[in-house]
């Protein structure tokens, strides 16, 4: 195989801009067809975007013998089935983040993958994002020495501007998103947390409905203890003023501490009172580091850049958080 030829399942608003074009300007990459339940989007979709294919029925598009390789992007509840029909046809699969429901759900998809000997990798874009990959050289390079704990807070008003926009508010479906806007968000925040500070040895939490007219939780705090010792602690609510948003990350070190946000460009080193500043260029296809990877991962050029495995941490994480026992 000399060329990955993609075919999306799911080309909805994330597919636009994040990630879609990038498929075609990857070396070795090309997107050859994409699918959507509704003929009229789907359509409109291949013809803005020079898809030379479209379809409305995902298991032709599976089957097609032009497309090698599988992206799901549809709402969670349907990555298992999809990853799984893939999977048993041959074609690797590159899925959206959250990896699937639940971790149950995620080590069927993994066992899958290993039963019928095809490639399977996750959509945490950010931790090869060039300001992520930076914090992971300061902490590798231990700027603030040994590290002592992550303080992370995302607090956000009803129907925030950080959620994508879709025809239906699925991601606060619990049927279909797997829970709230928590399930949406802290997946890139809590695998951004495993690469940096590697195992875990704990994680437990808890989360509540706030608002009255909430159909998921929408308040969720969490710790994780990881066998080096760091310690994390977690908030997010989904209920907050606008006055009152944040998105930050706090770690602390024995010298300082490093500040960031998930959804921005600038990085903050502070130590003995003296700040160093490292600001970054918004990427104007925000997967495209990590599909370039993901391509030379199903071409055997290159090592998964995020494994399924790599993903069930994140989903055992999140059960921890929000299933509350």
């Not at 879609?20 to 979709?45: H, I, T, W």
């Not at 998964?304 to 026992?325: E, Q, R």
Request: net charge negative.
């Amino acid at each position: 195989m000399e060329q990955i030829n993609w075919g999306i399942i799911g080309c909805g608003d994330v597919t636009e801009v994040k990630s879609g074009p990038a498929f075609n300007k990857v070396p070795n990459s090309k997107l050859v067809a994409v699918m959507r339940r509704n003929a009229q989007k789907a359509e409109d979709y291949a013809l803005r975007h020079g898809v030379p294919k479209w379809y409305t029925d995902a298991d032709k598009l599976i089957n097609d013998p032009d497309v090698n390789a599988i992206y799901i992007a549809t709402p969670p509840l349907q990555h298992e089935m999809f990853c799984i029909a893939a999977l048993e046809a041959g074609k690797s699969v590159y899925v959206e983040k959250p990896m699937t429901m639940d971790a149950n759900s995620a080590k069927r998809m993994i066992d899958a993958a290993e039963k019928y000997n095809t490639k399977l990798s996750v959509a945490h874009y950010r931790r090869l994002q060039p300001m992520f990959l930076k914090v992971k050289l300061l902490l590798d390079e231990k700027v603030i020495g040994d590290i002592r704990f992550v303080n992370l807070k995302m607090l956000q008003p009803p129907n925030p501007d950080l959620i994508a926009k879709s025809d239906e508010n699925w991601r606060t479906n619990p049927a279909i998103s797997g829970g709230g806007l928590f399930h949406d968000l802290a997946p890139h925040q809590l695998d951004l947390m495993t690469y940096y500070f590697g195992s875990v040895e704990k994680a437990q939490g808890m989360a509540i409905k706030q608002q009255q007219n909430a159909t998921a939780d929408d308040l969720v705090a969490g710790n994780i203890l990881f066998d080096s010792g760091v310690l994390f602690n977690g908030l997010w609510c989904f209920s907050v003023s606008k006055e009152e948003q944040a998105d930050v990350c706090e770690i602390y070190g024995e010298k300082g501490k490093i500040s960031f946000p998930m959804f921005g460009h600038k990085i903050l080193v502070s130590i003995d009172n003296e700040e160093n500043t490292y600001n970054f260029e918004p990427l104007q296809h925000v997967q495209q580091p990590m599909i370039a990877q993901v391509v030379d991962y199903f071409l055997d050029k290159g090592k998964n850049p995020c494994s399924g495995a790599d993903a069930l941490i994140t989903m055992k994480i999140m059960d921890a958080f929000t299933i509350n026992k």
